[in-house]
T-cell receptor, first 110, second 116 residues
Framework: EDQVTQSPEALRLQEGESSSLNCSYTVSGLRGLFWYRQDPGKGPEFLFTLYSAGEEKEKERLKATLTKKESFLHITAPKPEDSATYLCAVRRQAGTALIFGKGTTLSVSS | GAVVSQHPSWVICKSGTSVKIECRSLDFQATTMFWYRQFPKQSLMLMATSNEGSKATYEQGVEKDKFLINHASLTLSTLTVTSAHPEDSSFYIC????????????FGPGTRLTVT
């Protein structure tokens, strides 16, 4: 059965304190691992899609990496505006629905 | 970037009534749209997959007669919650996959449904 597990559930950081969020997955025939950001009461905002082990993508203070079993979302020198829930999702084939993890809620204080 | 809208953004209805939620892809065509449900502090749970011009595919445990999905065009899908009950209160989110790029999926802002 396809499964996505995110850790930790919640993470509190001081502004400027870098850290990583983990997403481990089991899926047969991965066709994309997705990272989204979700603010309270809003829909998920697309961040990255990774397709193969070794791939990395960056956007501002965020960097996503992928191995055969897990993905990491690295946050460098976070700011309070980075506070949100970060969702990881996988897809088995193009055009099909995403399977989501439960998310990591990040709080960054100044 | 690709934009998906939902209407209404929030709705309050009385128990036993029906409510329709619209999902539109504003700047791209989407053969496939997805409907998710999200309870407070929980992740997104897929309810159904909607393909333009054909019947929706529902996930196990989702009542197709209660959650009616219509995907009449390449830019519009609707979800109708029939005979709503308080336990249907939730955050409903749609997403769409562009016709030109099956690897991408964009989400709408969500609709907060409260059934009293």
């Amino acid at each position: 059965e396809d499964q996505v597990t995110q850790s930790p559930e919640a993470l509190r950081l001081q502004e400027g304190e870098s850290s990583s969020l983990n997403c481990s997955y089991t899926v047969s025939g991965l066709r994309g691992l997705f990272w989204y950001r979700q603010d309270p009461g809003k829909g998920p905002e697309f961040l990255f899609t990774l397709y193969s082990a070794g791939e990395e993508k960056e956007k501002e203070r965020l960097k996503a990496t992928l191995t055969k079993k897990e993905s990491f979302l690295h946050i460098t020198a976070p700011k309070p505006e980075d506070s949100a829930t970060y969702l990881c999702a996988v897809r088995r084939q193009a055009g099909t629905a995403l399977i989501f993890g439960k998310g990591t809620t990040l709080s960054v204080s100044s | 970037g690709a934009v998906v809208s939902q209407h209404p953004s929030w709705v309050i209805c009385k128990s036993g009534t029906s409510v329709k939620i619209e999902c539109r892809s504003l700047d791209f065509q989407a053969t496939t749209m997805f409907w998710y449900r999200q309870f407070p502090k929980q992740s997104l749970m897929l309810m159904a997959t909607s393909n333009e011009g054909s019947k929706a595919t529902y996930e196990q445990g989702v009542e197709k007669d209660k959650f009616l999905i219509n995907h009449a065009s390449l830019t519009l899908s609707t979800l109708t919650v029939t005979s709503a009950h308080p336990e249907d209160s939730s955050f409903y989110i749609c997403s769409a996959t562009p016709l030109a790029s099956y690897d991408e999926q964009y989400f709408g802002p969500g609709t907060r449904l409260t059934v009293t």
